[in-house]
């Protein structure tokens, strides 16, 4: 499980890290009793009086995760008591076996590929893709930082292979990064890139095209592509893997969870934050019923009733209701 309290085991920076490092710990401790309200704003306000390099890398004994102090998506983690999407922890703590394969889309700086990699254990059995440059460089990063522990691709995930798509990106604003039709990047700070696309199928049939029998687990976080992901994904579907993906609380129609329903016909799952169960979507009407916040996402499990990887995961939580 995740740490409640990361433990700093590098400096990257110098005296100006240490010295942004100190005030980001002062901003974390003022504003604790606040529920950490407006911590986002002023990790970002600070991040304009420091080297935008400076950065510490973070260790739960087993792998290292390389945080940049002015990025405020990540700079969280080293919030006391901040666990990062803990209820998809849970799930990968109880589906991931060495055998298992994992796929990450929109693997950002690379946290889920890293923490299926030590769950997996061998190097070649977890890939990361992502499309923006620099979280690309920041995902290689955190794989040579953990000894090559997993693959890194530098694509979009999408419908069909080797399209030439054009990609938004924001260097701290991670939840905008997105497939777009315009090469205008609109708000201050956003920019346009050009990114190879690739199905789920292709990143399988290329990197494990012997391991056709394996249980594949896929994370889908692409930002507002998932459908089109989703649609690249069809063989490996219905051949039983295993899906986590966000269904965004601004989308009261719940797209994503219809499409599933209705084109694949897999059980959906939504995945609690903070009880180790999960609940059984069948319709889009009572998803919306659990969104709370519009401005966050939530993450679900879908697959097909016989697979492998789900029927553990169920088995695990019923035998955590026995126990209790």
Same mark, same amino acid.
């Given at each position: ?94 589906? &991931? ?5 994992? %796929?990450?889309? +929109? #693997?950002?700086?690379? !946290?889920?590929?890293?923490? $299926?990699? *030590? ?110 992901? &989703? ?5 490996? %579907?219905?051949? +039983? #893997?295993?899906?986590? !993906?966000?269904?965004?609380? $601004?989308? *009261? ?72």
């Amino acid at each position: 499980m995740q740490p409640r309290r990361p433990c700093i085991v590098a400096i990257y920076g110098g005296h100006s890290a240490r010295l942004q490092l100190s005030l980001v710990s002062f901003l974390e401790t003022i504003l604790r009793p606040v529920h950490h309200r407006g911590f986002w704003q002023a990790i970002r306000f600070l991040s304009l009086f420091f080297p935008p390099e400076n950065a510490v890398a973070v260790s739960d004994g087993t792998w290292k995760f390389k945080i940049y102090l002015g990025d405020a998506y990540w700079a969280r983690w080293l919030v006391d008591g901040f666990n990062y999407e803990d209820e998809v922890s849970r799930v990968l703590d109880r589906i &991931l076996r060495p055998w298992s394969l994992f %796929i990450d889309c +929109g #693997a950002n700086n690379g !946290y889920w590929s890293l923490f $299926a990699a *030590s769950k997996i254990g061998l190097n070649d059995r977890v890939v990361a893709i992502e499309a923006g440059e620099t979280n690309f460089r920041r995902l290689c990063e955190n794989m040579e930082l953990n000894g090559g522990s997993f693959r890194t691709l530098q694509k979009a995930v999408y419908r069909e292979s080797n399209l030439s798509l054009k990609f938004r990106t924001h260097p701290v604003r991670h939840g905008s990064n997105a497939c777009v039709d315009s090469e205008v990047s609109g708000e201050h700070g956003y920019r346009i890139e050009s990114v190879l696309s690739i199905t789920v199928d292709d990143v399988f049939k290329e990197i494990w095209p012997q391991n056709q029998s394996d249980e594949v687990v896929v994370k889908i976080d692409v930002e507002g592509s998932e459908i089109e992901a &989703l649609k690249g994904a069809e063989t490996l %579907i219905a051949n +039983g #893997a295993l899906l986590i !993906y966000e269904d965004h609380g $601004a989308d *009261s129609a719940c797209h994503v969870t219809a499409h599933i329903l209705k084109e694949y016909g897999l059980e959906v799952y939504f995945l609690l934050g903070n009880e180790k169960q999960i609940l059984r979507v069948t319709d889009v009407k009572q998803l919306a019923a659990l969104k709370t916040r519009s401005h966050r996402g939530y993450n679900l499990v879908a697959a097909r009733t016989d697979s492998p990887a789900l029927c553990r995961l169920l088995e695990s939580l019923r035998a955590d209701e026995r126990c209790r």
